[in-house]
């Protein structure tokens, strides 16, 4: 199986599955004499291990950390970095009925499909547990970023019920259990999402994703456009369906005066805008606004109402999936979608500045 690595210059590799015996990644193209450590890795970890609340699955992974490589004296070395976190709650006897049916939503058939053969046990290679190799890759590309930047995401959306843009806070993502930054709404959802896993049912979500301080000039006009990294970047997470950037799809109801983000000129030669429906990209590179995407997660095929599909042996079943599952696989979303943008911004740094080494900051123009 091959495609199992993302990034040019900054790049990362996972291997694993849900039910072996441990998941990794290798990290390339990390610079040298980074302040690199487990303690900078883990706290992100934290935020996408399962078990945490009602509303995630309760299979229970501590999902801690190693450095195997790439690290020496609390320094990266330059050379690849290996990080491994080993699965301790596996229950495989979960998918015992399901070795031989396909669950509708799920992978299990295009993997039969395409390689005639499929490990069932949670799912193997297609199971979302390997993302959290790239939440830790994603912390290593946070410090290639550097302090100056800032990556933040939060539910934004849970089934059909969506936030109050006016009551956004911040500060609200660490009080409750769905990364939701209005109070109200994640209220709302807790009453909903209980009911939902009560009827052993899912919901599905969106998630928005922002990053700030990050640099004019990264990306490239026709094939290294950022915007389309950033939407192969998160389409590329376990159950999206779905990815806008800036206005998205909302901009279609635009006019051109209502799109075009108008700009003065401010202080120091810096440029401002009046408004970011771009995005923070335009033409593919990112003008040193705000960058910000959304992406849409369907719910979790894992349910316990019956639907039909059929067998390895041609014959129509009947499936009904057991196990520990996400009534909404949208809420650990939240840091993998994180990780993902980190991910490619930091390859984008890293190729602008090999093209670009005095090219500046921030959107400042020269003065005459």
């Known amino acids: 199986m091959s495609h199992n690595s993302f990034g040019h210059l900054f790049r990362i590799t996972t291997w694993g599955e849900s039910h072996g015996p441990a998941i990794g ?4 193209g990390c610079p040298p004499r980074l302040a690199l450590s487990e303690a900078d890795i883990q706290p992100f970890l934290d935020l996408r291990r399962p078990g945490q609340s009602r509303f ?16 020496f004296e609390g320094m990266t070395t330059g050379t690849p970095i290996a990080l491994m976190i080993e699965n301790q709650d596996q229950r495989s006897r979960d998918y015992g009925e399901i070795k031989d049916r396909f669950r509708p939503g799920h992978a299990d058939l295009t993997y039969e499909l395409k ?4 490990d069932y046990r949670g799912g193997g290679r297609s199971s979302a547990r390997e993302t959290a190799m790239r939440v830790a890759g994603g912390a290593v590309a946070r410090k290639v970023l550097g302090p100056g930047v800032s990556i933040r995401a ?6 059909d ?9 911040w500060s609200a993502l660490g009080e409750n259990d769905f990364f ?9 959802w807790e009453q909903r999402l209980l009911e939902v896993r009560k009827s052993g049912s899912s919901l599905g979500a969106v998630i928005e994703v922002v990053a700030e301080g990050a640099p004019p000039g990264l990306g490239a006009p026709i094939y290294g456009k950022l915007d389309a990294d950033i939407a192969a970047a998160l389409m590329g997470i376990n159950a999206v369906k779905g990815v806008e950037i800036g206005d998205g799809f909302a901009a279609a109801s635009l006019t051109g005066e209502g799109n075009a983000d108008a700009m003065r000129m401010g202080p120091g030669g810096r440029v401002h805008f009046g408004d970011n429906h771009a995005g923070g990209i335009l033409g593919g590179i990112s003008t040193g606004q705000p960058i910000v995407a959304r992406f849409a997660v369907k719910p979790t095929s894992s349910i316990l109402t019956s639907r039909h599909s059929v067998d390895r042996f041609g014959q129509d079943v009947e499936v009904l999936t ?3 599952h996400d009534p909404c696989v949208g809420i650990r979303a ?7 943008l980190a991910l490619v911004l930091a390859d984008h740094l890293l190729r602008h500045r090999a093209q670009n080494p005095d090219a500046p900051s921030e959107a400042r123009l020269p003065r005459n």
């Open 334 to 340: 939240v840091p993998v979608g994180e990780a993902m």
């Open 180 to 188: 939701c930054p209005d109070r109200a709404a994640a209220a709302r």
């Open 161 to 169: 019920d969506r936030i109050d843009r006016a009551s956004w806070d």
């Open 115 to 118: 390689y005639g053969i499929r």
């Open 322 to 324: 057991k196990g520990r």
């Open 25 to 28: 990644c290798v990290v390339d």
């Open 154 to 159: 939060a539910l934004v959306q849970l089934g």
């Open 56 to 71: 995630v699955t309760q299979r229970q992974e501590p999902d801690q950390v190693r450095i195997l490589s790439g690290v």
